[in-house]
């Protein structure tokens, strides 16, 4: 029987980062996941790689560049003509950036050390160290480990009476890979799924409507960024949302499918649609983990339950990323992945889950980090508040991107900065600066004290700063 330091049981953001970092530590690691790309042979990444973060991406990407040829050109005085669409060419695209990314992983493996266990994962039994059996093509074997660290992330929820079948029904997976554009494409959720995919198929050519149940919109950002959002996806791009809605029947024929919901006065609707994508959240993969063989506690939503440092109550086991409490987001799972490989190697692992970033990647991004002007208000904390917009800043006017705003939030006795959110072009990458600001304890007035390049659209970050106190220079 092989015999770990470390084993970790998928093979996702939070699962391979924690992988590498054990090894790193001097500990001898395996890492076990089970998923298979769409050819049949197991691939590393998990969700994030194969039909996540990094596929969206590329779609998001090649979308915004087919829109900007066709309609935000022409203020540079470019004209192109007979524009054309190649999806084929743009799905194999983001399925070469999946392989390299994917196989990446497996070359960081081999460059660690780490030992990949291709198959199912499950804790068979505890003690002095952990039995854990791996089911894979070549049937099942079991390992040991003196720590386990669980990674085993979420999968889509769907709607209950409805099922997915990656063709005309979707999630994540399907929408990520339609052969060709729908003519009329649904969305059932508007958060960030529903946001980002259905912006690529409206840039492509769908008439997209998406359905969203809570009557607000993107409720767990910022009141103004919302707002914003709202005004320029929907009056300005055409995106169509109905906020409010109670999805009803969904009937599938050979035509297609029709949705019947109920809007907020209780009228009846029917969407027709050649396609759907239902985008209504992720639930944690707990389940066939052999939690049962070893008492491992899950919560009635199928969260793991873990501490502050993702320790489960059982000793030396930990879990991490989407299958724990928690934004379930990569980079939050990254660093859960490195915190633990440090606290088994006997260092002080830690993640600050007040600095974590957001990115929402439509066209303008959303970021944010900390906290929303509402949550300070009901939180009772005294703030003041600076804006600055884009439209002011001189690179963005030249990048054609005059949408959006920078907001900071400060504390009103120290200035310690509480929230910082953006909507704008590069609002992922700015963010980066207020992350670190916040982490670094800075007050707003730091930022507005540090140069800024000119002309930059970090700039703007430097003025939110200095609205914060009502001495924006340029605005
Ligand atoms: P996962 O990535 O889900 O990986 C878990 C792995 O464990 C999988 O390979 C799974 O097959 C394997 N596994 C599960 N059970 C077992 C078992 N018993 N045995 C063996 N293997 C097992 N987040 C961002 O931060 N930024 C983004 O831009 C972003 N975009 C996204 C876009 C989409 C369309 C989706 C769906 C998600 C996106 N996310 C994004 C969220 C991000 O993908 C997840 O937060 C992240 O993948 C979670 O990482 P994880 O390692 O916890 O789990
Ligand atoms: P989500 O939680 O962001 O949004 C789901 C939406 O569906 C919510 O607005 C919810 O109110 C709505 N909803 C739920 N049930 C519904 C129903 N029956 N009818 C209509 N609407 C309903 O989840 P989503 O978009 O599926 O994404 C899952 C997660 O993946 C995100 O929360 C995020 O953690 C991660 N993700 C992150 C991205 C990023 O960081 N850029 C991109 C994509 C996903």
Redesign the pocket.
């Known amino acids: 029987m092989q015999t770990f330091d470390v084993v970790v049981i998928g093979a996702g953001p939070a699962g391979y980062i924690a992988a590498i970092r054990a090894a790193q530590l001097g500990l001898s690691t395996a890492c076990i996941d089970n998923w298979k790309e769409p050819g049949g042979h197991y691939a590393l990444g998990g969700t994030c790689l194969n039909v996540g973060c990094i596929p969206?991406k590329a779609l998001l990407e090649s979308s915004e560049n087919y829109e900007r040829v066709q309609h935000r050109f022409k203020v540079h005085g470019i004209t192109a003509s007979g524009v054309k669409l190649d999806l084929a060419a743009m799905l194999e695209r983001k399925d070469r950036i999946v392989k390299k990314m994917t196989g990446g992983i497996a070359g960081l493996f081999k460059k660690n050390k780490v030992t990949w266990l291709q198959g199912h994962g499950r804790l068979l039994q505890g003690g002095t160290s952990w039995k854990l059996e791996v089911k894979g093509a070549k049937g099942a074997e079991t390992v040991e480990a003196k720590n386990v660290i669980i990674a085993t992330g979420s999968k889509?929820r769907h709607?209950p009476g409805v099922p997915v079948d990656n063709k005309l029904v979707c999630d994540n997976e399907g929408a990520l890979a339609f052969q060709e554009v729908p003519e009329r494409l649904g969305v059932?959720?508007?958060?960030?799924?529903?946001l980002?995919l259905g912006s690529v198929w409206r840039r492509l050519g769908a008439k997209v409507r998406i359905?969203?149940?809570?009557p607000e919109f993107l409720g767990a950002a910022d009141p103004a960024i919302a707002q914003e959002a709202w005004k320029i996806f929907t009056d300005e791009q055409g995106l169509d949302i109905a906020l409010g809605?109670k999805?009803g029947d969904i009937r599938q024929s050979k035509k297609g499918i029709s949705i019947q919901y109920n809007t907020s006065d209780n009228s009846s609707n029917t969407f027709d649609c050649n396609r759907l994508v239902i985008?209504?959240?992720?639930v944690p993969n707990s389940e066939s983990l052999g939690a049962e063989n070893v008492g491992l506690k899950i919560d009635s939503r199928g969260f793991i339950e873990v501490d502050k440092n993702c320790r489960t109550a059982l000793p030396r086991v930990f879990a991490i990323g989407d299958v724990v409490r928690g934004?379930?987001?990569a980079h939050k799972g990254e660093d859960e992945g490195v915190m633990v490989a440090e606290i088994i190697a006997g260092q002080r692992g830690h993640v600050n889950y007040d600095a974590i970033p957001?990115?929402?990647?439509t066209a303008p991004e959303i970021a944010w980090v900390g906290k929303t002007e509402r949550q300070l208000k009901e939180e009772g904390v005294a703030y003041r508040s600076g804006k600055f917009p884009f439209a002011y800043n001189g690179r963005a006017l030249g990048r054609d991107e005059p949408e959006g705003f920078i907001k900071m939030l400060a504390d009103a006795k120290t200035d310690r900065i509480l929230g910082v959110h953006a909507i704008g072009g590069q609002a992922s990458e700015l963010i980066a600066e207020a992350v670190v600001a916040m982490e670094f304890g800075a007050s707003s007035e730091d930022i507005a004290r540090i140069c800024h390049a000119h002309p930059s659209m970090s700039e703007v970050m430097r003025e939110a700063a200095l609205s914060v106190d009502k001495r924006s220079l340029n605005g």
């Open positions: 969206s889509p709607l059932i959720g508007a958060g960030v799924i529903g980002e359905l969203e149940a809570l809605v999805i985008s209504i959240g992720r934004p379930m987001l957001w990115v929402i990647y």
